[in-house]
């Protein structure tokens, strides 16, 4: 259905306004590019210099055009995570020194930092243009950094409503120190699908709502030739989503479950196939189960975040020419108020067959990504080796790894592995919590269906039983990797969006070596997992530890 248009108002007024805004997610560019520091000529008025002490008095730095003894002097006198400015040949040029510390649990190019100090020159200057000259060569995570830096391009004020919601915003040119390793284009689009994701996660819900959510990602599926599948409204009743159909069925708009697909041209990765769901509550007043409306539930529109995120990462991939055949699901839902809303007490028939008595329709992003992972096991054309589902699931998630790491809920070890890896690597930093089902189920023990929908006790790992109802609702012949990546903290600052998850799903689908997706058997220890692995592949006979 890649020709989707929104059924939604009678109202050429408010149409117009909110076909604009589409148009606006539609077309969107970054105005960041990227560049080897060979090929800077003509100068911006404005420059920042960002490296750590030893990178900046390097021999090589002498050598950048705008080098002169006034910069020298303040690169000799800088020191880790200031920032300082001087005048050089009539251009404003700013040193920005990175700090060489980063624990275990870090990002060793520290792009936190270099974010940081390049949005620090944007806002300082007031600039229209700005180059920028990293000595970091860490180019996916310096490309994401740059693009988080950037000023909201979503916004209402100044007249801005008349012109599509969209900010005006500086162009920035990032210099490598070296000759780009990846193409320059490569890494616009990855800058381009933070930013882009940033723009949903910014919007309000009377533009971003689940049928203009659903025609921004039609409208890319047929720009980028992917196929698509929507489920909306009462489709979704019938057949048997219900964990979607109930949290949406209140609202003006209906819910929808939207996939893209996507299959590579020629060659194409044999071993790996990687399904993405999202979480798009567009917004979420809690249901009957009401948030504190003046302190609650302000914000909520931000709940998206996570199909913000997984949607974007997709774009990306495919915009990069991914060699692995992927998908994208969208759990869209208004969870509103009305006659229609889902009540606490009612039983709910989830996708996967198991039943969820309500205790808190605030608890309602779990029902929606357990309809969206069981999707993505069953529906597919492909059957994935890697489930990854994005949320802002859980306050929890915050108490449990805090702020700046997403919390990583994964089914094998290497999975886990593989996504703190691929975090550390692209800057969208993750941490593990505790995966044991045995004990998280105990919380969900309903004496009339087979789930309650919420913890009985909020003091033991919430974060992680969250994650393990989602999981609950794998295909019981799902033998793949599931990983859970609760993004609440990291994805917002001030309820504005700061594109994590993008750069994290384009890592996990397009960096590196693939991982081994191996499920440890019901009962096997690591020790047997390890010799039935060797006796699989050697064909010899190894004693197993008794």
Same mark, same amino acid.
């Given at each position: ?233 009462? *489709?979704? =009743?019938?057949?048997?989503?219900? +964990? #979607? &159909? ?6 003006? /708009?209906? $819910?929808? !479950? ?105 608890? *309602?992003? =779990?029902?929606?990504?357990?309809? +969206? #992972? &069981? ?6 054309? /492909?059957? $994935?080796? !890697? ?113 994590? +998850? #993008? ?44």
């Amino acid at each position: 259905m890649p020709g989707y248009k929104r059924e939604r108002t009678a109202s050429k007024y408010e149409e117009k306004n909110v076909s604009e805004f589409v148009a606006t997610c539609l077309d969107f560019k970054t105005s960041i590019s990227f560049h080897s520091a060979s090929e800077a000529t003509s100068l911006s008025e404005h420059i920042v210099l960002i490296g750590t002490e030893e990178q900046l008095k390097a021999p090589e730095v002498s050598k950048l055009p705008f080098h002169s003894a006034d910069v020298a002097q303040v690169i000799a006198a800088a020191s880790a995570g200031s920032i300082t400015g001087t005048f050089s040949a009539g251009r404003r040029v700013n040193v920005g020194v990175v700090p060489t510390a980063a624990t275990r649990n870090n990002c060793a190019s520290r792009p936190d930092v270099i974010g940081v100090l390049i949005g620090q020159a944007i806002a300082d200057g007031k600039v229209k243009t700005l180059d920028v000259f990293v000595r970091c060569a860490e180019e996916l995570a310096v490309a994401t950094a740059a693009a988080k830096s950037m000023p909201p391009v979503f916004t209402a004020k100044k007249g801005a409503a008349e012109k599509a919601y969209k900010a005006e915003v500086p162009s920035v040119r990032i210099f490598f120190p070296g000759n780009l390793t990846a193409p320059a284009a490569s890494l616009a689009a990855v800058a381009t699908n933070i930013e882009l994701s940033r723009i949903l996660f910014d919007a309000p819900t009377n533009l971003l709502d689940t049928t203009t959510f659903t025609e921004i990602a039609a409208g890319y599926a047929a720009k980028l030739g992917c196929g698509i599948d929507i489920i909306m409204g009462e *489709e979704l =009743r019938e057949r048997g989503y219900g +964990g #979607v &159909y109930g949290v949406g069925k209140a609202a003006e /708009f209906p $819910p929808a !479950l939207v996939t893209l697909t996507y299959k590579p041209q020629g060659e194409m990765d044999p071993k790996d196939k990687i399904a993405l769901v999202g979480k798009g509550i567009v917004y979420d007043t809690g249901g009957l189960a009401i948030k504190t409306p003046a302190t609650g539930m302000a914000g909520m529109k931000d709940d998206m975040g996570g199909a913000a995120a997984v949607l974007c990462g997709f774009l990306a991939c495919v915009q990069l020419k991914t060699k692995k055949e992927m998908s994208v699901t969208l759990c869209l839902a208004d969870n509103a108020i009305s006659a229609r809303a889902q009540r606490n007490d009612d039983i709910v028939r989830m996708k996967s067959g198991h039943t969820v008595e309500i205790i808190n329709t605030d608890a *309602e992003g =779990r029902l929606v990504l357990g309809d +969206g #992972v &069981y999707h993505a096991c069953t529906e597919l054309s /492909f059957t $994935p080796t !890697l489930i990854v589902d994005m949320a802002t699931l859980t306050g929890a998630q915050l108490i449990a790894v805090g702020k700046k790491h997403a919390a990583v809920y994964c089914n094998t070890d290497e999975g886990e592995a593989f996504a703190v890896a691929s975090g550390k690597k692209c800057g969208d930093l993750c941490f593990p919590i505790v995966y044991a089902p045995e004990y998280h189920n105990k919380e969900f023990i309903s004496t009339v269906a087979d789930y309650r929908n919420s913890v009985a006790d909020r003091g033991n790992a919430q974060c992680s039983c969250a994650g393990q109802f989602i999981g609950n609702n794998l295909a019981k012949t799902y033998k793949g990797c599931w990983t859970h990546v609760d993004i609440a903290g990291p994805a917002t600052t001030a309820h504005l969006g700061t594109g994590f +998850g #993008v750069a994290l799903a384009v890592q996990m689908v397009t960096g590196g070596k693939s991982v081994s997706y191996t499920h440890l058997r019901a009962h096997e220890t690591p020790e047997h997992l390890v010799c039935r692995l060797l006796l699989e592949k050697k064909k010899k006979s190894y004693k197993l530890p008794s």
